[in-house]
């Protein structure tokens, strides 16, 4: 593939990754319910994970791999955590 669409096409992904990133920043801060909080910080890691991903595929440095895999495991701990204590909106 020639490097220059190879780049044009990485370009288009990244803006792409930041205007989620954007959107799901404005859904956890406005967010009306606890519960959209939390999905959009679980999206958010998710999102996270998928820049570190084009990162590897626009360097072809893969010492990130690492990195990912923490931040999937804390995603999935964090997710479990608050899906086991949550309560309702509104009770004490």
């Known amino acids: 593939m020639d490097p220059t669409v190879y780049n044009v096409f990485l370009g288009i ?3 792409l990754i930041a205007v989620g990133f954007a959107l799901l920043t404005w859904r956890v801060i406005v967010g009306p319910d606890s519960m959209d909080r939390v ?5 958010i ?4 994970q998928c820049a570190l991903a084009l ?3 626009w360097t072809l440095d893969t010492t990130v ?5 923490v931040i999937a ?8 955590s ?3 204590f949550r ?5 004490l």
Do not use: H
């Open 73 to 80: 495991l804390l995603g999935f701990i964090a997710s479990i």
């Open 65 to 69: 791999v690492n990195v990912m895999m």
């Open 82 to 84: 608050v899906a086991r």
């Open 39 to 43: 999905l959009g910080n679980d999206a």
């Open 55 to 57: 990162y590897i595929c």
């Open 13 to 15: 992904a990244a803006v």
């Open 45 to 48: 890691t998710a999102s996270l």
């Open 87 to 91: 309560k309702r909106d509104g009770s």
